[in-house]
């Protein structure tokens, strides 16, 4: 029997009592108070995935509506939807050289792979869950590459330049829909890469979303686009990368990191900032004090 979660026709428009509303609105904040923050298609995947509603345009809209609703009458914070198609451009400054060096100090962090022999970045398909990865490789202090779909030759170009600049060997781990054009921009991003980066290796890893994560992580299908001009060999449904939990993405971006880090480095890194820390601290007060003489 076809699960009705695969199926892309819509159902016959119903309005939702009260009940049924307060119970949605109920649910939608234990969806979201689990891993916020959190964008509106991920939660929108969250209630297709638990069974709250149809997996249908006229449900995605539904949930984008409430979850405005919800914003706009206080029941849910504005910071716990996250928009990360956007943001701010602005230079980091300071008031003084004072406060400079203190958050010199309070911020530093030694690099983390100057004495490993390999480089790691992650590469993401879509820029709305660029907040949901960065958190991971900013902690790990990796890059992390988002494409928004066909990724531009010039792209390519720069990032295969680095590769090549850095001169050892770099894994790249992909994290994109399993769909014919998101297999494909895979295959795109992997080709360009090695093609630019010279003689330096690249080994390329798809991570998400994979064949065999459609099944393990129960991930709700869509009927296959029949406009994509890629979509004449394809097999079975498609699944967008926004259907994996994002605490599943961060683990699965961790532990690809992880693999890559010796034993014992962290250990020997956290110890060294800690005393460089400190000596940024001592000289910082040491600076403040002979200014204010």
């Known amino acids: 029997m076809t699960s009705s979660r695969t199926s892309g026709t819509s159902p ?21 108070n689990e891993a916020a923050p959190m964008t509106v298609r991920q939660v929108y995947y969250q209630a297709v995935t638990r069974g709250l ?14 979850l405005v609703l919800m914003r706009r009458d206080g029941s849910m914070p504005y910071d716990n939807i996250a928009d990360n198609t956007r943001w701010m451009r602005k230079p980091k400054t300071y008031g003084s050289i004072e406060d400079c060096l203190v958050q010199t100090a309070r911020l530093y962090r030694r690099q983390i792979w100057a004495d490993i022999d390999c480089r790691v970045e992650i590469w993401l398909e879509k820029e709305a869950l660029a907040g949901v990865l960065f958190d991971v490789t900013a902690e790990w202090d990796v890059p992390l590459m988002v494409t928004r779909g066909y990724p531009s030759l010039s792209y390519l170009h720069g990032a295969g330049e680095a590769i090549a600049h850095g001169g050892i060997k770099t894994f ?9 054009s998101g ?15 010279g003689d330096v290796p690249v080994y390329f890893t798809p991570v998400a979303v994979t064949a065999a994560q459609i099944d393990e992580l129960d991930l709700p299908t869509r009927p296959t686009k029949k406009s994509d001009s890629r979509a004449k060999n394809w097999v079975g449904g498609s699944v967008e990368v926004d259907a994996i939990h994002h605490s599943q993405l961060r ?40 200014n204010d003489q």
Do not use: W
């Open 53 to 66: 509603i149809e997996k249908t345009e006229l449900e995605y809209n539904a949930i984008c509506r409430l």
């Open 251 to 290: 683990e699965l971006a961790e532990e690809c990191i992880e693999r890559h880090i010796p034993e014992g480095h962290m250990d020997v890194l956290e110890e060294a900032e800690r005393s460089e820390r400190l000596a940024l601290r001592v000289f910082g007060r040491r600076f403040i004090e002979e």
């Open 183 to 197: 297999v494909d921009i895979a295959r795109h991003v992997a080709e360009g890469l090695i093609e630019f980066s």
């Open 172 to 180: 790249i781990y992909y994290f994109g829909d399993r769909d014919p």
């Open 12 to 32: 016959t428009k119903r309005r939702r009592t009260q009940t049924e509303m307060a119970a949605m609105r109920a649910n939608l904040l234990v969806i979201v």
